[in-house]
């Protein structure tokens, strides 16, 4: 059996976030049943281009919904409550990704769905909390890596404010929320008694400076963008000058520097005074760039990776086209053909894990309420009611 086989979990949600963590738990096993409202066409992932497989489903939808199901639901509507605690009543969490002040507002707090499953765990994502004076504010992952100071972080020194190419905050935050849905729902298993339990954009992009917060916290040291990528303490950890483009080395071990002057044919910059330590390496960067730079010109990077085989740490710098082509992605089942309905061979980035003798489903993300009728009627709803919520528009 998977990791989350016989959980179920039940998802408001819709975008990025918190799509993104639920997928984490369908991938395990866990069964994710995901509301969407037929008002408005469902999860707006739905129709975000530029590329479809049909109206209504996105590569984009596809990305962070597979393996999980669908059911239409208009919360808003006269009846809905009913239908929803019929739901929470067979489920061990639910998790939604609203604005902060909407989850007491719709009824999806443990206060308003104790009485249907008292062991129900509510994990809500928002962009700033419940509460405060930020609980009613849209927000969105671009908008926290810039007032969380990853802009100030990313790129040149002499350049524009950059953000991280990809949307590292919803899939951070929607991370951090499976993780505390799961927690939640390891205490109520033991207790017999669920929860609220909070997680937010702002708090977890906040969160993700780590290191850089405490050394500003304790001493006042304001880190800024670094030449070449650099780490801001360790050297060489950064982008060197390869004979057709760059290499990436990362020796954050001292016993790694040793190793790769020897490699690179200067065995002597490792007795230099100026750059025999991490201390001395960083008060002298600017010098061992330019000479390694010099050192690692005569290769190309593909001869200096062969070169090196694992005794450096070291990284091409790829597009995202030949970080997909790799022949180390390509061989390694790294890349999932997804048999999807409208087709066979839709391809998707692998689930990041490994569980030996069982194999992680592959399914594609579902239809718009593909699986109400059935869901529906696992719960107990006659054909008659569940024809009546359709024609009332509930469903």
């Known amino acids: 059996m998977l990791p989350l086989s016989g959980m179920r979990v039940i998802a408001i949600e819709q975008y990025g976030a918190g799509p993104y963590g639920t997928m984490q738990l369908a991938d395990l096993g866990a069964e994710v049943i995901k509301i969407e409202n037929p008002s408005d066409g469902g999860d707006m992932g739905r129709r975000v281009g530029p590329y479809f497989l049909s109206p209504d489903d996105s590569h984009f939808f596809e990305s962070f919904n597979r393996n999980k199901k669908s059911i239409t639901l208009d919360l808003k509507k006269d009846g809905a409550r009913d239908v929803l605690h019929a739901l929470v009543r067979r489920a061990d969490g639910v998790l939604n990704n609203l604005r902060g002040d909407l989850p007491d507002s719709l009824g999806l707090t443990y206060a308003a769905l104790k009485e249907a499953n008292p062991r129900i765990v509510c994990a809500h994502l928002s962009a700033y ?49 499976a993780f505390a849905l799961l927690s939640g729902i390891i205490a109520a298993r033991d207790t017999g008694v669920g929860r609220d339990i909070d997680v937010n954009l702002f708090d977890c992009a906040l969160q993700n400076l780590n290191y850089l917060a405490t050394w500003y916290l304790n001493e006042g040291h304001k880190q800024g963008r670094e030449p070449r990528s650099s780490h801001p303490s360790l050297t060489p950890s950064q982008l060197y000058r390869t004979r057709d483009g760059y290499i990436f080395i990362m020796c954050n071990k001292e016993k790694f520097w040793p190793v790769f002057c020897d490699m690179i044919g200067r065995p002597d910059l490792a007795a230099d005074s100026n750059f025999r ?3 001395d390496r960083l008060a002298h960067r600017e010098k061992l ?24 740490p ?3 710098v790829n597009d995202v ?22 087709r066979a061979d839709f391809k998707m980035v692998a689930a990041p894990y490994g569980c030996p003798g069982e194999t992680l489903p592959r399914n594609p993300a579902p239809a718009l309420g593909q699986d109400t009728e059935r869901l529906l009627a696992e719960c107990g709803l006659s054909h008659e009611h569940v024809a009546a919520l359709r024609q009332r528009g509930v469903i």
């Open 129 to 177: 909390g419940r509460s405060g004076p930020r609980a009613n504010w849209p927000g969105y992952d671009y908008l926290m890596q810039a007032e969380a100071g990853y802009l100030s972080l990313t790129g040149e020194p002499e350049g524009p404010p950059s953000r991280m190419g990809l949307s590292i905050v919803d899939m951070m935050t929607g991370l951090f929320a």
């Open 277 to 279: 330590t991490f201390k």
């Open 289 to 312: 760039t330019v000479v390694l730079d010099e050192a690692l010109s005569g290769r190309t990077t593909a001869e200096w990776l062969e070169h090196f085989a694992g005794r450096v």
């Open 314 to 316: 070291a990284a091409p």
């Open 321 to 342: 086209a030949s970080a997909l082509d790799n022949p180390f992605v390509r061989g390694g089942a790294r890349i999932w053909n997804i048999d999807h309905p409208e």
